[in-house]
């Protein structure tokens, strides 16, 4: 038996019989604990009490702007991501589902029929799938056949993070957008750690260097990701803290585009973009990530790097992008405040854009 399959039938028995519901976990890594914009608290007000009741995560991945969107989440477990999704994506949208639990699954499927009712959809626009997230072909999903990737502190969970990541870029869509939520650490895994089936489960012993994470991603042609939220995690458990109590570990949020003009430093190319203020539940200001907080109608410089990701994706229609790369004027200061404020650069009150 190969050592990925070892590891996920590991995580198979943790999460479809060892753990009966989210209380059954030893930590609160894979429990959410970031706000909800207030429509998605009202969309899962409006979920079957299962579906909540066992459903493990360690945030809320679903980013705005989906409507009419195909939309694929990873390790849906027993749905909640997938029916909060498919409720925005609306009825002209779709969204699949991936695990490889059955009984994550059984729970998801069997409220398919009653949730459609509840969103008033004539026809279901979800399908639940089981397979690895691995191997995305084997679940009949198409190259660049994806508008929105999501996952819920699924990917720390896969023996081969970079077969996970070189399958989300081969179905999404030029453009496409990959939103997730997961645990990282601050340096490496010891080795016996990772070993350890708990841990694994906990969602820890898999949690990803975010160096390696970067380098990752840069092999796979994506050379710039951005940071949407980042919290400390807190080890509410005294013999697994005493495991890993040397390890930072930290619930993050991400997002990467599938862009092909995506350099590794943000560049200067004079280029300034505005928001419209279109999209519904952001009409005053839109966040990209920590650092680049756009006001309705207010014109930012942005890099290159930035103007594609708001000018060459779904969000194209809610921003007008000012400029071209015609003309280069250097490296762009893309830095978080909170990274200029600790060099001590002059004016590092506001950040960049």
């Known amino acids: ?30 429990c959410s604990i970031e706000s909800m914009p207030p429509h998605h608290r009202e969309i899962l007000s409006r979920l079957d009490d299962e579906i909540l009741e066992k459903f493990y995560g360690c945030g809320s991945p679903i980013p705005p702007a989906i409507e009419g969107c195909t939309v694929l989440d990873l390790g849906c477990g027993t749905g909640r991501d997938v029916y909060l999704a498919a409720c925005l994506v609306g009825s002209g949208g779709f969204v699949i589902g991936i695990d490889m639990t059955d009984e994550q699954l059984a729970v998801a499927r069997r409220h398919l029929d009653s ?41 720390n969970l896969s023996p081969d993070k970079e077969r996970v990541f070189a399958e989300i870029f081969r179905v999404l869509k030029p453009g496409g957008e990959l939103y997730f939520s997961d645990i990282f650490t601050g340096r490496r895994m010891p080795e016996a750690l990772r070993q350890d089936p708990v841990l ?33 995690v807190v080890i509410d458990h005294p013999e ?21 003009n995506l350099e590794d ?70 830095a978080p405040a909170a990274a200029k404020n600790a060099r001590g650069d002059p004016g590092s009150g506001n950040s960049c854009c």
Do not use: W
């Open 240 to 260: 697994v803290e005493a495991k890993v109590g040397m390890i930072d570990f930290y619930s993050m949020t991400v997002r990467a585009f599938k862009l092909a």
């Open 115 to 155: 949730q459609m009712k509840r969103f008033r959809f004539d026809r279901p626009n979800v399908d639940f799938r089981k397979g690895y997230i691995e191997d995305l072909a084997a679940c009949d999903i198409q190259d660049d056949s994806v508008d929105l990737v999501i996952s819920n502190c699924v990917i």
């Open 200 to 232: 694994y489960g906990e969602c820890l012993s898999g949690a990803l260097y975010i160096e390696d994470f970067r380098r990752l991603l840069a092999r796979l042609g994506c050379s710039d990701y951005r940071v949407i939220s980042k919290r400390p």
């Open 265 to 334: 430093i943000c560049e200067d190319y004079g280029q300034t973009a505005i928001y419209r203020g279109t999209i519904p539940e952001l009409p005053h200001r839109f966040p990209l990530d920590d650092h680049h907080l756009f006001m309705a109608g207010k014109p930012r410089l942005v890099c290159g790097n930035t103007a594609a990701m708001v000018g060459e994706t779904r969000f194209a229609r809610h921003f007008k992008v000012i400029g071209d790369r015609t003309s280069h004027f250097g490296p762009f200061d893309c």
């Open 1 to 30: 038996m190969s050592s990925l399959s070892t590891v996920q039938e590991k995580v198979q028995e943790y999460y479809g019989k060892i753990l009966a519901t989210k209380r059954d976990l030893k930590t609160s890594v894979c």
